[in-house]
């Protein structure tokens, strides 16, 4: 045309960006491998991990590291493009790799955003953790003492020192820091479900790692400024001290027999009125002189106001020698409580 004369010869200064054939696949370079590998990602696996995202030439088009957060996301169902997906399996926690990806298994001819079309792209990434949504909590047993016959149950309360971290060992909590313990109700719901499975069956001095993940820890939102949505946890856990819990549904036993005369003793201006401190102060004093045991770890006023109020059946701040039942009375359950 106008530009190029006739019999021109022709200069081009060329810069070669990228390239690729149309049957390439992913390509993977393992930049670093743990050593310790336990387990590698499936297909079905949530996985939280950290990127880079650059072109052949070395542009940067995006990062999970300026976001300030993990890219997380299902491996191997398409949530994220073809070869991220496959890139994606079988990586350990911790591990560093390179993905280098083939326009047609990833933005294709349009691209997308600071992505041209047609583009090779390159993601370095590190894996923080992953779990599978059928996971339950792992238990590793560290320390057990020679006697281990008493073992923790529902209902106990316990005394415990933890650290508390990430999969890929940042320490989010320890007990040890603030120079306490940390005292639960076991099966009460004071802690996250898989911290509840993970202190069963456990017996004072016993040390144990506990994996707890999302699902049965913190879920998706996590605890803002303090656990990412979605992480797997690890506690290190030392149980220091247990006090045997009371059988389920009970907040109140008798240790001896239980006096025939019971309401009159409670009654004790014998108005044939029982008031809620009438009530407490009786309990108190079987406590106090260890003819009674109420559920360790609750707070007295608390236990004794609910026993007061299963008994006011009328709900009239009173109770009454036809009101007035043992446990046993009501559900022929063998125990003696109020």
């Known amino acids: 045309g106008k530009e190029i004369p006739g019999q021109a010869s022709l200069v081009f200064d060329v810069v070669l960006l990228d390239l690729h054939n149309p049957k390439d696949g992913i390509t993977i370079e393992n930049q670093q491998v743990p050593e310790s590998c336990e387990r590698r990602t499936q297909t079905g696996d949530f996985i939280r991990y950290h990127y880079n995202g650059t072109l052949l030439d070395g542009t940067l088009f995006d990062s999970s590291y300026s976001r300030n957060r993990t890219y997380d996301t299902y491996v191997g169902k398409g949530y994220v493009i073809a070869g991220?997906?496959?890139?994606?399996?079988?990586?350990?926690?911790?591990?560093?790799?390179?993905?280098?990806?083939?326009?047609?298994?990833?933005?294709?001819?349009?691209?997308?955003?600071?992505?041209?079309?047609?583009?090779?792209?390159?993601?370095?990434?590190?894996?923080?953790?992953?779990?599978?949504?059928?996971?339950?909590?792992?238990?590793?047993?560290?320390?057990?003492?020679?006697?281990?016959?008493?073992?923790?149950?529902?209902?106990?309360?316990?005394?415990?020192?933890?650290?508390?971290?990430?999969?890929?060992?940042?320490?989010?909590?320890?007990?040890?820091?603030?120079?306490?313990?940390?005292?639960?109700?076991?099966?009460?719901?004071?802690?996250?479900?898989?911290?509840?499975?993970?202190?069963?069956?456990?017996?004072?001095?016993?040390?144990?790692?506990?994996?707890?993940?999302?699902?049965?820890?913190?879920?998706?939102?996590?605890?803002?400024?303090?656990?990412?949505?979605?992480?797997?946890?690890?506690?290190?856990?030392?149980?220091?001290?247990?006090?045997?819990?009371?059988?389920?549904?009970?907040?109140?036993?008798?240790?001896?027999?239980?006096?025939?005369?019971?309401?009159?003793?409670?009654?004790?201006?014998?108005?044939?009125?029982?008031?809620?401190?009438?009530?407490?102060?009786?309990?108190?004093?079987q406590v106090d002189s260890g003819k009674g045991k109420l559920a360790p770890g609750f707070d007295f006023e608390k236990i004794v106001k609910n026993m007061f109020t299963n008994q006011d059946r009328d709900g009239n701040g009173k109770v009454t020698a036809e009101e007035f039942k043992l446990k046993d009375q009501e559900a022929k359950e063998g125990h003696d409580e109020l």
């Open 84 to 285: 991220m997906d496959e890139g994606l399996l079988g990586v350990c926690t911790g591990e560093k790799r390179r993905i280098i990806i083939p326009p047609h298994l990833g933005y294709g001819e349009e691209g997308r955003g600071k992505i041209p079309g047609s583009a090779v792209l390159v993601f370095d990434i590190l894996v923080a953790d992953f779990h599978n949504p059928a996971d339950s909590v792992s238990i590793t047993v560290n320390y057990k003492p020679s006697n281990c016959s008493v073992l923790s149950k529902k209902g106990d309360y316990l005394k415990y020192h933890y650290n508390a971290s990430l999969l890929d060992g940042t320490l989010l909590d320890s007990t040890h820091s603030l120079g306490k313990t940390y005292n639960i109700v076991l099966g009460s719901g004071q802690v996250v479900i898989g911290m509840d499975m993970g202190l069963q069956d456990m017996c004072v001095g016993e040390r144990r790692t506990v994996v707890i993940p999302p699902h049965l820890g913190y879920g998706e939102e996590g605890v803002e400024g303090e656990v990412p949505g979605s992480a797997v946890l690890v506690f290190d856990i030392e149980l220091l001290e247990l006090v045997s819990g009371l059988p389920e549904g009970y907040m109140f036993v008798w240790n001896g027999e239980v006096s025939p005369n019971l309401f009159e003793e409670i009654d004790q201006n014998h108005d044939g009125e029982v008031l809620l401190e009438e009530f407490s102060e009786y309990i108190r004093a």
